[in-house]
């Protein structure tokens, strides 16, 4: 009887601590979030302020802030759901996976010089591998719900 006591105690103790972790994680992602709010929001400034020469790439700048707000966001919903349900949710992390491969795209379309073939052949195959991997785990979740 003692013996199952100090097990359920430990689980305990290590439940409390995950969670812990987590509201942490939770926190710094939220700060990130508004550090990325307040980039994107400077590079609007300072893009309303020289209409003049604006150009594509300070556009791709801020879409890529925004996108980074994006993630933080969708990030922090992810743990939140995790701590909800005690499991993760399989295609959200997918589609926020999908979501910093776009915003790498566009960094990269945005310095298009540094843009090597290994990789471009890199990020298609990253895209490809996790949009089958996202259509696979959404038909399986259909097909457990019939």
Do not use: P
Not at 30 to 42: E, F, K, N, P
Not at 72 to 93: A, K, N, P, Q, S
């Amino acid at each position: 009887m003692a013996k199952a006591d100090l097990k359920s105690s430990i689980m305990k103790v290590l439940r409390i601590a995950n969670l812990s972790l987590y509201v942490v994680v939770i926190i710094f992602t939220g700060v990130t979030s508004i550090l990325s709010l307040y980039i994107a929001a400077i590079d609007i400034i300072k893009m309303c302020i020289s209409v003049n020469s604006l150009t594509d790439v300070n556009i791709i700048n801020v879409l890529s802030a925004l996108f980074l707000v994006v993630l933080t966001m969708e990030l922090i919903d992810m743990f939140i759901i995790y701590m909800e349900r005690g499991h993760i949710i399989v295609d959200m992390v997918i589609a926020i996976v999908l979501t910093a491969i776009a915003r790498e795209l566009l960094i990269n379309y945005a310095n298009i010089e540094s843009m090597t073939l290994q990789r471009g052949i890199m990020l298609s195959a990253a895209i490809l591998t996790l949009a089958i991997s996202y259509w696979l785990v959404i038909k399986a979740d259909s097909i457990k719900r019939t």
